[in-house]
């Protein structure tokens, strides 16, 4: 009877400006070993570019593909725009062209469409974004997608096989004056688990432009004695005209008690804004915490 065959799953997670890329590689082996990973990856991840309107730009998008197996195989892949944006609990949502009322798709032009990528190389994608003349004040927003054909994989019998599924991101923000950002902490929660205490404040931005908040928390026991902080600790974006929750991990295991927790926000441009709440600890700190 022939070797059975193992079939080998490993995950390859590609972080793009956030984070947010999957990469999977599928390996069918006559011997069951962990296979070794190859590296897809794009830069930069994203592109902040202020254009007034009727300006013309073009950019050079990578991909890099490192073969750390030295078994890597020519990968055929395809590149198409969509529209991005963030919900209110901070998830990343992608969507068709055109969907979004300041999407700036429309605006860009790729080459090449579609590629093969060796191992060991980079290879360039020229980006040419044309601002319409009577483009409007703002952030603009668009994602150049990079994915592999699905003709990839070619099956043969008794022969290994590689299947790479990923798809990579490159995000746009297209900025045209006149820009305003009006960001503001609209409220302050402060939860508490058994080895942690989330701190979630809620931003709103009322200006065309995003901001990208830096926080700063501590919790403070009731004799004033700091019992945890974070410093500067950079968050998501708040884009033009939203509103979102953005929450703050800070590692700590609070006793019975009452504290107050205390943020410190820096928007990056000079402008700072505080916000505090109170925490009440009861005996069971992952059960029943809540802030007044």
Request: glycine share 6%; proline share 7%; net charge neutral.
């Amino acid at each position: 009877m022939g070797a059975l065959k193992r079939l080998l799953i490993a995950l390859l997670l590609v972080l793009v400006a956030p984070a947010f890329s999957l990469a999977q590689s599928e390996q069918v082996s006559a011997q069951p070993k962990i296979p070794e990973l190859d590296d897809i990856t794009i830069s930069p991840s994203r592109n902040e570019l202020v254009m007034m309107p009727g300006a013309v730009k073009t950019v050079v998008v990578k991909l890099i593909y490192t073969s750390v197996s030295g078994k890597a195989e020519p990968t055929r892949v395809f590149a198409y725009p969509g529209d991005w944006s963030l919900s209110r609990d901070g998830k990343m949502g992608f969507y068709k062209p055109g969907t979004i009322a300041n999407s700036a798709c429309a605006w860009l032009t790729y080459s090449p469409i579609e590629d093969t990528i060796m191992p060991g190389n980079t290879h360039a994608i020229r980006v040419t974004i044309s601002v319409p003349a009577d483009a409007k004040p703002g952030d603009h927003l668009a994602v150049l997608f990079v994915e592999p054909r699905g003709d990839n994989l070619k099956i043969a019998q008794n022969q290994k096989q590689v299947r790479m599924k990923f798809r990579l991101a490159s995000i746009f923000y297209i900025m045209v004056p006149a820009l305003t950002r009006k960001p503001s902490l609209e409220n302050l929660k402060a939860e508490a688990g058994e080895n942690a205490v989330v701190v979630t404040p809620t931003f709103k931005n009322q200006g065309n432009s995003h901001v990208r908040p830096a926080c700063s928390i501590k919790v403070v026991d009731q004799a004033g004695v700091i019992v945890a902080e974070v410093s500067n600790v950079e968050l998501l974006p708040v884009l033009a005209l939203s509103e979102i929750d953005l929450p703050v991990k800070v590692d700590v295991s609070l006793g019975e008690g009452v504290y107050q927790v205390r943020c410190r926000v820096d928007f990056g441009y000079g402008e700072v804004t505080e916000g505090q709440t109170d925490l009440i600890v009861r005996s069971k700190p992952g059960k029943d915490a809540h802030n007044n």
